[in-house]
């Protein structure tokens, strides 16, 4: 185990960097830009911080941290990643939040699991390009949908049945959309094509009922082609699918539900996935039809979004393709 002279806890957000140290009772805030990370290189010699012997833990965002880690990458600096919930469970009773106080208490879980912490795997840059054609094609996706909300509106709302203006360029711009997200997801194709591993993960988990091309770029993208994450339950966490309990002795008695901690962009992909699983796969419909008599749709319906989950680890992890065994023996 290597023996790191400095713990440096990061708190990432879209536009800045809160950068500490528990140690040694020392922060700073940053742009999370190339403008930023050359303050906080002087600001390491300032106060005698050698950064090669140095560890940076942060959390794991989905993306924000990227640009952090480019950096460190660029310049040898080891860093870990941990999922916010292990950090938020280890920190016990705590008062107040800020961003400042956020990164101090990530130096502090480093320090304090300093023997169990191991370094991240550099960066695979066809992950980061896989991000962002997925991003621009969500972008293009929401624009073609808030014109045709706006077609819907002038054709049942103010009766317009004439190809005025409006009409006539929004038309436009969806034909030109669409060719654009065919381009993208042509591209996203040939990534996924031109890497072994990512390939042979997409057949697997696009064999399950429910997970189609997008919820399969979208899961191989964020899990780092199942690399980040340790297991099913903590993605499904990172997600928002898997519920808590909420109860204590006599007096807490709160309903079991979802963390609002999580990712809302891949729960809301996986609504579909889980309502065509419910439709086509006999063992889901099976189980949600039991599972209708007592709970509500919403809580059902999540319930499948974490069955999925568990399909595609575990096929994942025994390489093999998904076989509907409940169909042969009903």
Not at 112 to 126: A, H, M, V, Y
Not at 283 to 300: I, S
């Amino acid at each position: 185990m290597r023996k790191w002279n400095v713990i440096l806890g990061v708190d990432v957000s879209k536009l800045t960097l809160d950068v500490s140290s528990y140690e040694l009772g020392q922060h700073i805030k940053i742009d999370n830009c190339s403008a930023g990370f050359k303050v906080f290189q002087k600001w390491c010699k300032t106060h005698n911080i050698d950064l090669q012997e140095t560890l940076i833990v942060m959390e794991y965002t989905g993306g924000y941290e990227y640009r952090f880690i480019q950096f460190c990458e660029a310049f040898s600096i080891s860093y870990c990643r941990v999922p916010g919930l292990e950090i938020k469970n280890s920190m016990g009773m705590t008062r107040g939040k800020s961003d400042e106080a956020d990164s101090f208490r990530i130096s502090k879980y480093g320090e304090q699991r300093i023997k169990d912490i191991e370094p991240s795997r550099p960066l695979d840059k066809t992950i980061l390009i896989l991000k962002q054609l997925l991003s621009f094609r969500k972008r293009l996706v929401r624009e073609n949908a808030g014109l045709q909300s706006t077609l819907s509106e002038r054709q049942h709302m103010y009766e317009i049945k004439t190809a005025d203006t409006i009409t006539r360029v929004s038309k436009a711009k969806m034909k030109s959309n669409t060719v654009y997200i065919n381009q993208v997801e042509k591209q996203i194709m040939e990534i996924v094509k031109a890497n072994d591993a990512m390939l042979l993960n997409y057949r697997i988990i696009t064999s399950i009922k429910g997970i189609g091309k997008i919820n399969a770029w979208m899961t191989i993208a964020y899990t780092e082609n199942f690399t980040s994450f340790p297991d099913a339950r903590t993605y499904a966490v990172y997600v928002g699918v898997l519920p808590f309990g909420h109860k204590s002795g006599t007096s807490v008695k709160g309903r079991t539900r979802v963390s609002k901690l999580a990712n809302k962009e891949l729960k809301q992909e996986l609504n579909q996935a889980a309502k065509t699983a419910i439709a086509h796969d006999l063992e889901l419909k099976a189980y949600a039809e039991r599972k209708f008599k007592n709970k509500c749709y919403p809580l059902v319906l999540n319930n499948v979004k974490f069955k999925l989950i568990l399909r595609m680890f575990s096929l994942v992890k025994r390489g093999e393709m998904y076989v509907d065994n409940y169909k042969r023996s009903a």
